[in-house]
Every structure is written in structure tokens, then in C-alpha cells.
């Protein structure tokens, strides 16, 4: 307990510094600008047993507290990433991160939790929960898990409840394209939001139309475009605006909120945006590659330097790129996620003639917060408070596990980044913790580098130096929504509340 009366550090009462007594080594980081997604301010954070204790100006310390200097640096959420494949069987393969390795490299960039996929095994998904529990037993990062729903039958739909009642899913994605793979019919899909909304658990949707897109695969393939940007050329965003707008109207039909994934296009965004000025309950999460990257890469004449960008929805011409970014800027999305589905350039070269067999995926878990921070504040486009919201707090209200994460709070989880504005980081495979050999981000150099992160109140990225610990992540479950799904209202009623410094409560 924390009380200034216990004379442990000489210190009266009335005095401004705070007391803290320490039994144990614990972790204090001095002298930096704590932000959160709505309160901004000079603090010291107190550290114990993985919990944020103390967030206040001048904290006094017992002698066996390590310090850590923050002066002049950003201390905030550590990331969360809402959208990771990890050891996913894909096309024939599997995406190349493990739990273990993209967990790692997530924390060398400043992510401290992500939320994976978990996939059904032949449309059966107590089945594919149990092996994705498996998988992330090596995990050394926190983690949570969406479930994909690939098929529709009485079983998907107990299976649901299950997971929803019994094992901390709140989340299920829905995949409109993909056909003969993932891909559900709007029939099915209908199904699914009704559940969903039965159980109070938040629908996502991959938004391409599977039929169109079929269609224009083998057109293409049959005009002899072989190469990856037959990718693009078959997938165009006309695809992922017909069904972003299709998947919008299906959910207000049923009257059930939306969270739209990988938004990658103008097509995309005008619909989101009309539903939002309606005030239809939709969320829309872009990802790192649609904001950073256009469609040229593609055109590479080396196959392997074209294919490491090919994923699903494409990444879009010029010009999507930025009306993404400020769609961020202004809140008609909300938060950014990766779609990290890294493949080495050996399984990628599976599509070397024919674009159709190319793993679609890219890498992102490590490079996002450094991408954001360069995209949106170092342009201007946003405030470091906004950054907070859009790559961790929005993340955590969403998925209601807000304030134990997403927040620099007492009482929150101790995962925290600390951000020097002032040194430069440069994204290369030669120095990257993901393990593939490509980069989609090489070379882009940011004013702006996570020194440090702390996740479950250990150090573990420190200038440089990994300190993880196979097997130290922990499952955390996403408890349902309310009927009025409660965890989308706080994202509105964040913006507007005020941070109390004096007794350190959220009015
Ligand atoms: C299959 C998975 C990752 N791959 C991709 N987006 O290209 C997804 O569609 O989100
Ligand atoms: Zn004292
Ligand atoms: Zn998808
Ligand atoms: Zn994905």
C-alpha cells in the first residue's frame, strides 16, 4: 500500500513528492510525457508485480527501484495490434511467424498485445480454438483471439456460444471472399450477425466479392498476366466497395455493429463513412501497408521484390494511400492493424507463374507503431494523443478490455513504450526480428524510435536487447458486449472524458 505517512522516505506528508515504499525490484519511469489516448502529462509511472501503480509528477523511490530515465520521451500503451496470422495455414502453407518469433518481433517494435485469428479446422471451431490455445503456448506476449467462421451449421453456431460464454471470444470474422477456401454466402453471413448479435459478440468481415474476384482472376490469367500484378489487376477496389457496402447494409438490416478489416481503399472508406454520418455502427480498421504503400510495387521486374507485397485486398494505387490516412485522421476509421501474414520469398515463389498460388500476405507486427508515428505525427496529420487511440486504446475499448489495456493508468497492465522523437529508426531484414527474408518497409527510415517496452511491467526491449521469455504470454479473454455494446460507446465517450491527475481517476 501507498501511504506518505510512513516516514519510510523522510518525507512529511504534506510535501509534494509522493512515497513510495518498495519491497521488491520494481520499475520506475522518470521524468517523461505520459500520454493517453484523452490526458497528456509530466509524470513519473510506478511499477509493481506487472501493474501500473502510480502515475503522478516527482515519485520518490526506495533505493531497490530501477529507474528508468524518460526524460524529453513519450511514455505510453504499449501497442495493440487487432489483426496478426501467426502460424496460419494458408494456400498451401504457412505463414512464416511463429506465437514465439512474432511475438518478439511485435515487442521489438513496441506492440504488447495482438489479437490472431483463430481458424476452423474443416469448419469446426471448438477445433480450431484448441489448436490455436496450443499453438500459443510459446507465446511471450499477451495475446487474444478472434474465430473465423468459414461455414454455417447448428454446430458453428453452439460452437459460437461456447467460445463467447466459456472462452473469452468476442470477435468473429467472416470472410466474403476467398471462395472454395474461407468464403461464406450472404445467406450464411446473415446467419452469423444474427448470432453475433445474439451473443453480443462483435462481427468482422473481410470485404472482396469471392465471385468477382474468381472471375477476374482467370480473366486475367487467361490474357497471359502471369506475374504478381495480375494480383491487383484481377482484385480491382471496385470488388472491396461493392462488399464493404453489401456487408454494411446486411448488418443494419440486422441491426448488429461491424468492424471492417484491412480497409485498403477508397471504395472501401466512402462506404464506412456514409454508414458512419448515418450513425450505422461501423468500425473501420486500415492496416500499416494500405496507409505506407501503393500499388507500383507490384510492376517490380524481380519476381520476389514484387510478390513480398502481394496480399488481399491489394495494396491500391496511389492516392488510397493518403485518403486512408486522413480518414484516420478524422475518425471515419478508428485504429490500425497489420494483417501481419509474413511468407518467406521461398514459399512465395509457389506463384511464379501463375499470381493466383502466391501465399497473400505481408509482415507488419514490428514496423506499425514506427510506420504511424511517421505517417501520421511527424506529418502533422495527427496529435501523439491520437496516436495512443489508434494503435492501442481504440484496440482495447473495441475488444472490451479496456483499461486494463490500451492505457497508462493505475490498475492497468504494465505494458509500456517509451519513444525518443529525437533518434532515428531504420526497418531493414538485415536488422528485423520477423522471420522472413524480405522487408515490404526496407529502408524507410523514421524520426522516431521505441527505445524501450515493457510488457507485463518486465523490460523486455531495451536499446536493442530482447529479453523475452518463451512461454510468459498470457491468454487474454475478451469478455461479450452488452446489448448496447458498450465497448463501441466508450470509444466515443473516451474522446470526451477528462483525465482527474488529482486522484488519478477517469471522470
Ligand atoms: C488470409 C489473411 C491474410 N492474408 C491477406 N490479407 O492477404 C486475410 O485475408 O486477412
Ligand atoms: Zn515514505
Ligand atoms: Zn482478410
Ligand atoms: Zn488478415
Known amino acids: ?86 502460424e496460419m495455414p494458408f494456400m498451401g502453407t504457412e505463414s512464416a511467424d511463429s506465437f514465439f518469433t512474432g511475438q518478439a518481433a511485435a515487442l521489438a517494435g513496441g506492440t504488447t498485445m495482438h489479437i490472431d485469428f483463430a481458424l476452423p479446422i474443416d469448419g469446426d471451431l471448438a477445433a480450431g480454438y484448441d489448436i490455436w490455445a496450443k499453438k500459443a503456448k510459446k507465446s511471450c506476449m499477451d495475446y487474444g483471439f478472434h474465430m473465423a467462421v468459414t461455414a454455417w451449421n447448428d454446430k458453428v453456431a453452439k460452437d459460437m456460444e461456447i467460445l463467447v460464454k466459456e472462452k473469452g471470444i468476442n470477435s468473429f470474422k467472416f470472410f466474403l471472399a476467398y471462395k472454395g477456401y474461407f468464403m461464406v454466402t450472404d445467406g450464411e453471413f446473415l446467419q452469423g450477425l444474427r448470432k453475433c448479435k445474439e451473443l453480443g459478440a462483435l462481427p468482422l468481415v473481410h470485404a472482396e466479392n469471392g465471385d468477382a474476384v474468381a472471375e477476374g482472376q482467370t480473366r486475367i490469367f487467361e490474357q497471359g498476366i502471369t506475374g504478381p500484378e495480375g494480383h491487383p489487376l484481377s482484385r480491382p477496389s471496385v470488388l472491396e466497395g461493392e462488399a464493404t457496402g453489401r456487408a454494411i447494409k446486411l ?35 486500415p492496416i500499416a501497408s494500405g496507409l505506407a504503400l501503393n500499388d507500383s510495387v507490384h510492376w517490380h521486374s524481380d519476381f520476389q521484390a514484387a510478390a513480398k507485397y502481394v496480399m488481399s485486398p491489394p495494396i491500391r494505387p496511389a492516392g488510397h494511400d493518403k485518403a486512408l490516412q486522413a480518414a484516420l485522421a478524422n475518425g471515419v476509421l478508428q485504429l490500425v492493424g497489420t494483417d501481419h501474414c509474413p511468407f518467406t520469398s521461398e514459399q512465395k515463389a509457389a506463384g511464379k507463374h501463375d499470381f493466383r498460388k502466391i501465399p497473400n500476405g505481408l509482415n507488419g507486427i514490428e514496423e506499425r507503431m514506427h510506420l504511424v508515428w511517421d505517417l501520421m505525427v511527424n506529418s502533422g496529420k495527427i496529435s501523439v494523443k491520437d496516436y495512443v487511440r489508434i494503435t492501442s486504446t481504440a484496440c482495447a475499448q473495441i475488444y472490451n478490455i479496456y483499461p486494463q489495456k490500451g492505457a497508462v493508468l493505475p490498475g492497468s497492465d504494465a505494458d509500456i513504450i517509451i519513444l525518443n522523437p529525437n533518434r532515428t529508426t531504420t526497418i531493414s531484414a538485415k536488422t528485423h526480428h520477423t522471420t522472413i527474408d524480405t522487408n515490404v518497409y526496407e529502408g524507410w527510415t523514421i524520426k522516431g524510435n521505441i527505445e524501450v517496452t515493457i510488457s507485463q511491467g518486465k523490460v523486455v526491449w531495451d536499446n536493442g536487447q530482447l529479453n523475452v521469455e518463451k512461454g510468459a504470454g498470457r491468454y487474454i479473454p475478451m469478455p461479450p458486449f452488452g446489448p448496447l455494446f458498450d465497448g463501441l460507446e466508450k470509444l466515443d465517450a473516451a474522446r470526451l472524458r477528462s483525465y482527474n491527475p488529482v486522484d488519478r481517476t477517469i471522470v
Open 1 to 86: 500500500s501507498f501511504s506518505l505517512s510512513d516516514g519510510m522516505c523522510g518525507l512529511e506528508p504534506t510535501d509534494s513528492l509522493q512515497c513510495v515504499t518498495s519491497t521488491s525490484s520494481k520499475i520506475l519511469v522518470k521524468g517523461g510525457t505520459v500520454v493517453n489516448a484523452d490526458y497528456q502529462q509530466n509524470a513519473d509511472v510506478y511499477i509493481e508485480d506487472g501493474i501500473i501503480k502510480l502515475v503522478a509528477p516527482n515519485l520518490k523511490v526506495a533505493d531497490d527501484v530501477r529507474i528508468i530515465d524518460a526524460a524529453g520521451k513519450f511514455v505510453m500503451p504499449g501497442g495493440i495490434d487487432p489483426h496478426t496470422h501467426l
Open 251 to 285: 448488418a443494419h438490416f440486422v441491426n448488429t455493429p461491424l468492424y471492417v478489416v484491412h480497409v485498403m481503399s477508397i471504395d472501401a472508406l466512402d462506404e464506412i463513412s456514409r454508414a458512419r454520418a448515418q450513425g450505422i455502427r461501423v468500425v473501420g480498421e
